[in-house]
């Protein structure tokens, strides 16, 4: 798996290179955000780990460019920024995960693997269709109703687990699990405000909710919408 390493700390980049490649991965390693903005242009990588404290453009900075390109590259972000508001404003800003400094190596490798382990857009259908909304994967496109609905990556990634499994009920621990991957609760209200914002842009201009809630259970799309 190709991993690439944003860490501006000498020994620790060496430090995860050395544990990364010993695991099987080729790992490439910047010390500066603007430089590594290129050189993410220039290739693709498996996984990302960034710190967001680096030298040029920052790691959050980094990670909302890439997203505003629409690329869907599972990324980690490495901090010693602890604060529950500072994790939101990562996973916000479309991060996959969130590891805080100092850390156990073992922990690390085990979050870049499961990144890993997500399969490829290309091994599902193409094109999603519940009621009168459209998903296009491949274009990063939804449409309810033939209107377009700008999402953001994290609601277009919530959407999609909705309209992977039409009729059945999707729970709070499916959401954290396949959108966030978090194996644990943050004890936050992230999915309940993601699914509010959803919500308002599919909403918008038709009478009928796109997704109900199931009390004490989840969320379903509304096949019927």
Do not use: C
């Not at 700390?9 to 080729?26: N, S, Y």
């Not at 499916?174 to 194996?183: T, Y």
Request: charged share 30%; no cysteine.
């Amino acid at each position: 798996m190709k991993v690439f390493l944003l860490e501006d700390d000498p020994e620790t980049a060496a430090f995860i290179e050395r544990g990364l490649t010993e695991r099987g991965h080729v790992v490439e390693v910047e010390a500066d955000g603007s430089v590594a903005l290129r050189r993410l242009a220039e290739r693709d990588f498996d996984v990302l780990v960034l710190d967001r404290m680096v030298p040029g453009v920052d790691g959050l900075s980094v990670l909302k460019a890439i997203r505003a390109q629409g690329r869907t590259t599972p990324v980690l972000l490495l901090t010693a920024m602890s604060q529950i508001a500072d994790r939101v404003d990562g996973l916000e800003e479309g991060a996959d995960d969130y590891l805080v400094k100092p850390f156990a190596f073992v922990e690390l490798a085990a979050r870049v693997a499961a990144l890993g382990r997500r399969p490829p857009t290309g091994e599902f259908d193409t094109v999603l269709r519940v009621a009168d909304i459209e998903m296009n994967l491949l274009r990063r496109e939804v449409r309810r109703g033939g209107r377009s609905v700008d999402l953001q990556p994290r609601e277009f990634t919530l959407l999609e687990q909705l309209m992977r499994n039409p009729g059945r009920i999707v729970t709070r621990t499916m959401l954290l699990e396949k959108v966030w991957n978090f194996g644990f609760d943050p004890k936050t209200n992230i999915v309940e405000t993601h699914m509010s914002r959803l919500r308002s842009k599919l909403n918008e201009g038709f009478e009928r909710s796109a997704i109900r809630t199931v009390r004490g259970s989840g969320y379903m799309m509304n096949d019927d919408a």
